[in-house]
């Protein structure tokens, strides 16, 4: 490869040209680490260049730099934050390109893609009779609607602790998950293909509850109440977050308006995105809205951890709502029209 343009090289090319700048040392870890059919590509590539130009290598290194940066924002805050934080850097577009590269690598090499691909009945059947533990590590790599519906379909007696499995679940060693990943695939022998990224904890949990019925969720909840109460609780705090917010429809957020103290909506939207503020300003009256934009550019720097405390009791007073039936939580497995 004499000279390419940075625009046609392929993600193997512009791997092979990241090694060559990075060295031997630095690359050989990496490279080790990569699917077989990955090292022979790249080093196929890396045999085939003789030479580099300095702005094309320049401009990999700065993807990659943009790529980690990306990775870590991720990791910090989500995929949300991390498309706020590169967008005030880098700008709208060039942000989405970036997010959306980071996913495709996320997804190409995650573990379980054999489970994601499969039918939820088929994959249910399969792994109802195995260990809890196995059943948690396989969910917390399913998209968060089909593991919903496999821990709706096991056993009731067997719920609850795969619940707390998967919230208490924590680092898995390779090993683990590569033989586990191995027995289901030969009981998935006809389906194939793969996805990375931090598994177990409250979080993963969490989006599966979001998405089973109400009566599996209450009946997880319950149980763990009896055997894990901090963990419960932990749980329901995280069910519904402030910025889901903007999926209420507009009685409810007026309902919730009514209950919450000023200085805690001044408070929690100066942390929020301008999406979430509109949903709250378009319920209220102008003169109100007008005094509480007022009131939050009179707070100036705020501490996140204020903006965080007083986010929690917005969204412990919609909870409470929520569970009386004064205002409607979409949820998945339920019908959103309610006539």
Same mark, same amino acid.
């Given at each position: ?40 590509? *790249? ?13 094309? %290598?320049?401009? +990999? ?18 995929? /949300? ?8 850097? #880098? ?38 009779? /195995? ?17 919903? @519906?496999? #821990? ?25 998950? /590569?033989?586990?990943?191995? *027995?289901? @695939?030969?009981?998935?022998?006809? +389906? ?15 989006? *599966? ?7 599996? /969720? ?37 309902? +919730?308006? %009514?209950?919450?103290?000023? %200085? ?34 009179? #707070? ?11 986010? @929690? ?6 909870? %409470? #709502? ?5 205002? +409607? ?11």
């Amino acid at each position: 490869m004499a000279t390419r343009d940075k625009e046609k090289l392929t993600g193997i090319q512009k791997t092979a040209i990241l090694f060559i700048t990075l060295g031997p040392d630095a690359s050989a870890p990496i490279l080790k680490r990569l699917p077989d059919n990955d090292i022979q590509r *790249i080093t196929f590539e890396i045999a085939n260049m003789q030479k580099i130009k300095k702005d094309q %290598r320049d401009e +990999v290194l700065q993807e990659f730099v943009e790529l980690n940066k990306a990775k870590d924002y991720i990791m910090e805050g989500g995929f /949300e934050y991390a498309k706020n934080l590169l967008s005030k850097a #880098l700008g709208a577009q060039k942000a989405k390109e970036i997010i959306e590269q980071v996913s495709e690598i996320t997804q190409q090499y995650r573990p379980f893609g054999i489970a994601r691909k499969a039918d939820s009945a088929q994959l249910l059947n399969i792994i109802k009779n /195995e260990h809890p533990q196995a059943i948690a590590l396989i969910l917390c790599y399913l998209q968060s609607d089909k593991a919903a @519906q496999i #821990l709706s379909g096991l056993p009731e007696d067997m719920q609850a602790d795969v619940a707390m499995r998967i919230a208490t679940m924590s680092n898995t060693s390779q090993m683990v998950i /590569e033989e586990v990943e191995g *027995i289901l @695939q030969k009981k998935l022998s006809n +389906v194939v293909r793969s996805d990375i990224g931090t598994i177990g904890g409250v979080k993963p949990l969490v989006d *599966i509850l979001n998405n089973v019925d109400r009566g599996t /969720e209450k009946s997880i909840l319950d149980e763990l109440d009896r055997n894990e109460p901090e963990l419960a609780e932990k749980i329901r705090s995280n069910m519904f977050i402030f910025e889901d917010i903007t999926t209420l429809d507009n009685t409810s957020i007026q309902r +919730v308006l %009514r209950e919450v103290d000023t %200085r805690d909506l001044a408070y929690a939207l100066k942390g929020s995105s301008e999406e979430v503020a509109n949903a709250v300003y378009t319920n209220m009256s102008k003169r109100a809205a007008q005094t509480l934009k007022e009131d939050i550019e009179f #707070l100036g720097p705020v501490r996140l951890i204020d903006v965080e405390k007083s986010q @929690q009791n917005i969204v412990s007073i919609i909870r %409470r #709502l929520d569970e009386t039936g004064e205002i +409607v939580v979409a949820r998945g497995g339920e019908d959103a029209l309610i006539i």
